[in-house]
């Protein structure tokens, strides 16, 4: 088990690799003209010149890639073509601003997708069912930016129970840095006051971001529920004359959970790549605000640097989950 | 009293383009000691019968238009779920077909006998040698001894090892007997067994059989026993009820109905049993002309009852 981890951990390397790589050719091999667009729009060459030397943008691509691996080995993620700031600290500041963001709106999803899709299996056909059915089915369909869009209107506009917008006031200062994660830290440092802020700040985007996720684990819980219901093993667990809340909470649970697992692994990148549009409207300081600006700026060391943190994200997530995927079902083997 | 008294029940199920008659008008009864064997072909209603007993057919599509069934004097087609389940693993046990699908795959072995023997001990706590007013933790070790030593008495060594193992660990024959120990974990007094054998290679089948024959001779125990398989029944059973069509065409002591049988359907059955020495032409099946005959005779009968 343990040598499994080491080893699947070991593996992210070449992965990440091979894709920076790819990611660093397509990046530079675009057209556009991002030294020019640096300099300014009444650059010389000369200074031209001197911005593409300063950044080491004259030598060779190989060579850029070459110098740009070797930097990251030390930890310098390069820098930006327009803040001149290191992407390492811009990184560290928006990344977990955005996990934080995932993370909660995953943990919104599971909690409240499973047991609801479990009590829709249970009561398959009947209102409750119809209704989660039908409401899921909405919050599938609708577009993130409205749904956080109407949110706003809600809690924020109309019923002022929530900030707009942002992570932390400005006026105030957020809590000291320990993860990054304005939450954990406030645990952390026993702040209980910044963690209600925080948490004001956090609910309505994760809960916008949450929704999509929440209606397939919903639907997907509900799928599984009902065929582990139809195995001949809970007609022999009803035969013994097991209680059903038993049978259902215990027996059927782990077994439907452990198929509904995948989905849920696969959504933690469609999260990360889709918080774009929900920071952009609650003003969230996150990667997806972050990266987009960088894409249209033609800015490509921080979109290079955004992309290898994602995929890092999602690799040690597909370890996580095949690790819960073994603790759930005995019959994998971590091999 | 009879342990186990069919009165001309009469089953329907739902479905969408209406209700079906299963079942017309079982009757069977069941004592202590008897090993009745239900034979008949695929769709006849033999397991239905004994879902139904247990009263384990969803409530939605199955509905019982008439008869009554008695387990020790009471009918559990009027009875609630309270009861039921108060009946099913304490009174009533039942194993199924196929050993491989009816153990949970994410369970150990423990676990789950352990909750079944737990179960049977609120209503009957003595078989678990308790007085009912033990702890959790006191009970919960009764149960796991209890099942240690059933397991150890049904031929698995190691049991204590072995209630810490996944069911895919197991051979077929062994988790079969994981499940017989399931069932007669609570003491029932009826066994109800669904074709137990029919997923299992000969030799793992005779041991199977032996297990139960002992359970009834060690405990006293009825049985009901459902199969396709007239050799079994000539090997195991006491007693053989026929079925076809949702009916007992013929019921009796196996050594009379297997000797010399009256009704037609059960010769039709006995005479597709293929020989050692058959050829693919001397195969014999039931086939439509034959079927037209025994529908024939079937009316003719229920004329005569009537008249």
Redo the contacts between chains.
Sequence with gaps: MLWYVIRRLLLIIPTLLGLSVIVFAIARLLPGDPVGLAAGPNATPEVIASVAAEFGLDKPIPVQYWNYLTGLLQGDWGVSLFSRRPVAADLAEFVPATLELVIAALLIAVIVGIPLGLLAAIWRDGIFDYLTRTVSLGAIAMPRFFLGLLLQLAFAMALNWLPLSGRFPLIEFPPERITGFYTVDAILIGDWHALGVALQHLALPALALSLSPLATILRMMRASTIEVLQQDYILTERALGIPSWIILFKYTLRNAVSATLTVIGLYVSWLLGGTVLVETIFDWPGIGLYSTQAILGQDFMPVIGVTLVIAMIYLVTSVIVDILQAVLNPKVRLQ | MALLDISDLHLSMRSFEGETPILKGIDLTVERGQIWGVVGETGSGKSLTGLTI?R?LPNTTARYTGGQVLFDGKDVLRAGERDM??????RI??I?Q?PT???????RIGT?MV??AL??ARDKPAILGLTGRESRRARRRAAWQASVALLESFGLHDAEDRMAR?P?EFSGGMRQRV?IA??MI?QPDLLIADEPTTALDVSVQSQILRLIHRLVEERNIGVMFITHNLGVVAQLCSHVAVMYRGRIVERGPVSKVLKAPEHIYTRALMDAIPTARAQMDTLRGIDWPLRDRIEAEIAATAKEVTA
């Design positions: 247990s384990l389940r108060a009946l099913r693993g304490g046990g039942m199924f196929d699908t009816n153990l949970n795959p994410s369970f789950q909750d079944a179960h049977a996944f895919h499940l399931m069932a609570g």
